[in-house]
């Protein structure tokens, strides 16, 4: 803020040493035009007194052009006022300097005739810095609408480079959508082939074959027309996705999971929660009663998504750890396309743990 403060001042005084200048020369000019027609100058005084209530008449002029134009509605009625009022006074004081300057005793009654005489050249004066001051605002203004003109144009430029990043990036969540889908049709028609047959020798087998079935009918399915599905559909994936991995793995899970909140009365973009939830079970230690996993999801009822889990490190594994890194970037690529300014993800790794917090506004 200061430094802005001092460029404007800086701006101010070039612009004040500018305008100095240009009425030295102008005076000079028309001094000079003077007495090369007449051959003799008055005294300085009378010249400086004149070219003050000349410029004055200009400055005031241009306040008024600005009060006039310078609204999204041009206020002509009030200008004309306004420029009636700066003209009469103008010549009021004009011909009363006249008078006082050129006699030595103040008479009121000869005011009016000498006032009379003097009134067209006054009235050519006043005309005449009107031209100017005219001339000098609309220059200004073409200049500043020129500028208006060309910024317009970055804008657009602007606009249609943060248009092609869009539909770029875009294109990447959908690339990215398309690789967190299972692709395989015949796999998943297979699957109820399987789940069919083992039924007859397993009741445990046979569910581990319908959650996954369900896990892969849900990552076919169509979202809405918007490119979002009802949140009670992903969350009851993650139940199942949850649910498959206790069938998994030899030994116990120990995860404390907690979900709060009324998931069906809000949508959102499909696979992003179940990813992050397979990530706890593809790269966490789960298996350590002493410290257990968490997952949290709650939503209040104005829409606001929290996602939370936390679990052990498993032992480092360079190829995972990279499957990891591209399955979180897909991620914020989908998050930034449909939820850029209204979500959060943060990453810690406080010792050995891995931390995730994803805040949603749905």
């Given amino acids: 803020m200061i430094r802005d403060s001092l460029r404007l001042n800086k701006l101010l005084k070039k612009a004040v040493v500018l305008h100095f200048i240009c009425w030295i020369l102008f005076i000079s000019y028309e001094l000079l035009m003077v007495y090369m027609v007449v051959g003799i100058l008055e005294s300085p005084y009378i ?16 306040t008024i052009l600005n009060l006039t134009f310078n609204h999204l509605n041009a206020q002509y009625l009030k200008g004309i006022v306004y420029y009636f009022l700066l003209i009469t006074t103008y010549l009021i004081i004009k011909s009363l300097v006249d008078y006082v300057l050129h006699n030595q005793q103040f008479y009121i009654d000869s005011i009016y005739i000498y006032a009379k005489g003097f009134l067209q050249r006054n009235i050519f004066r006043s005309l005449y810095f009107t031209v100017l001051a005219t001339f000098y605002w609309s220059a200004g203004h073409m200049s500043f609408f020129r500028k208006q003109a060309v910024e317009a144009e970055k804008q657009k430029l602007v606009t249609q480079k943060e248009k092609a990043e869009l539909e770029t990036q875009l294109a990447k969540s959908r690339n990215a959508y398309l690789q967190q889908q299972i692709k395989p049709h015949i796999l998943f028609n297979t ?27 849900f990552s076919l399915e169509e979202p809405n027309y918007n490119g979002k599905i009802n949140l009670e559909r992903e969350v009851e994936q993650i139940e199942n996705m949850l649910a498959l ?59 606001k998504l929290i996602f939370f889990s936390r679990n052990l490190k498993k032992p480092k594994n360079k190829h995972p750890r990279r499957q990891q890194a591209l399955g979180l970037e897909n991620i914020r690529i989908r998050l930034d396309t449909t939820y850029a300014g209204n979500y959060k993800l943060d990453i810690s790794e406080p010792g050995e743990f891995y931390e995730l917090t994803l805040t949603l506004s749905l």
Wanted: net charge negative.
């Fill in 47 to 62: 010249y400086i007194t004149y070219y003050f209530i000349n410029i004055s008449f200009f400055y005031a002029y241009l």
């Fill in 191 to 217: 699957l109820n082939f399987v789940y069919s047959n083992a039924q007859k020798y397993s009741d445990d087998a046979a569910h581990c074959i319908w959650l996954l079935a369900e896990i892969m009918r």
């Fill in 245 to 303: 991995n206790r069938y998994r793995f030899e030994k116990p899970l120990y995860i404390s999971i907690e979900m709060y909140g009324n998931f069906s009365n809000f949508q959102i973009i499909p696979l992003i929660l179940l990813t992050l939830t397979e990530n706890i079970f593809k790269h966490g230690n789960l298996t350590e009663a002493g410290q257990p996993g968490i997952l949290n999801i709650t939503i209040d009822e104005a829409g």
